[in-house]
């Protein structure tokens, strides 16, 4: 078990796929804090990780509140000790800055359609603050206590959006573009203290946010579906626990000790592809 008595930290961890890091942290022998804004969503995975023989901690917390998190950092610390590994996976986007249609058409500015020029400020200001804000936030508060200590690690969850931008949904690709760019950044900054920053871009993985895009109400696929497997050379969306093996990678110290600053595509090919 490469992780034995680390403490990782998983924002976000009620959701699909940070739930099966959590768990998955879990399973490498790390104590783990579930940090989720549904405390019922962490809960549960928390429950299942203490049934598998591991060691959770579910805290309700808002990413985007610092004293939310001072709180959550004083329990952890208290129950378990200082963070080790602290994985930013709370993220998400907002139909408010979600167009209809991939390309403008002038036909799309009535009243049935959200064109570009329909997308709300408050949309946008969401989609950032999630994204970027819950990354910064909790690498302010958690960070502080990885300086200079040996096996330490921030993990950031990006998305192949930050490489290339996804019609349709312009804040939460530029936000994800931010956390690439930040997540660079972080790893710089922090290098002489020894603290290694990375993260994970996942392609195309079937999410409880991004279901109503890819399928229809009746189970069917989108349009969309169909235009991502055909973009995608390995035909099909990813599983969640096909992120898993690039999360331990990168959180096992002995594994990746001279990697920091990179941003990992797990896309089934996707990044690879001209179309042609």
Known sequence: MSLQDKIAVVTGAGGVLCSVF?????????????LDL????????????????GEALALECDVLDKASLARAHAHIV???????ILLNGAGGNSPKCTTTHEHYSPKE?????????????????FVFGLNLMGTL???????????????????????MNAFTPLTKIPAYSAAKAAVRNFTQWLAVHFA???????????????????RDLLFHADGTPTPRT??????????????????????????????SAFVTGT??????GFSAYSGV
Request: include cysteine; proline fraction near 5%.
């Open 109 to 125: 500015l009535d009243a049935e359609t959200v064109s570009f020029f329909d997308l709300e400020k408050s949309g946008f200001d």
């Open 22 to 34: 959590a768990k998955a942290l879990a399973g490498e022998g790390a104590r783990v804090a579930l």
């Open 78 to 84: 208290e129950t378990f000790g200082v963070c080790d």
């Open 192 to 210: 002489p203290a020894g603290l290694r920053v990375n993260a994970i871009a996942p392609g195309f993985f079937v999410t409880a946010q991004n």
């Open 38 to 53: 549904n405390a019922a969503a962490a809960e549960r995975v928390a429950q299942e990780i203490r049934q598998s023989g």
């Open 226 to 255: 169909d235009k991502i497997l055909a973009a995608t050379p390995m035909g099909r969306f990813g599983a969640p626990e096909e992120l898993v093996g690039t999360l331990l990678w990168l959180a096992d110290a002995d594994k």
């Open 137 to 159: 936030l909790p690498t302010q508060v958690f960070a502080l206590d990885m300086l200079d200590r040996s096996g330490c690690c921030v993990l950031n969850i990006a998305s």
């Open 263 to 268: 941003v990992i595509p797990v896309d089934g």
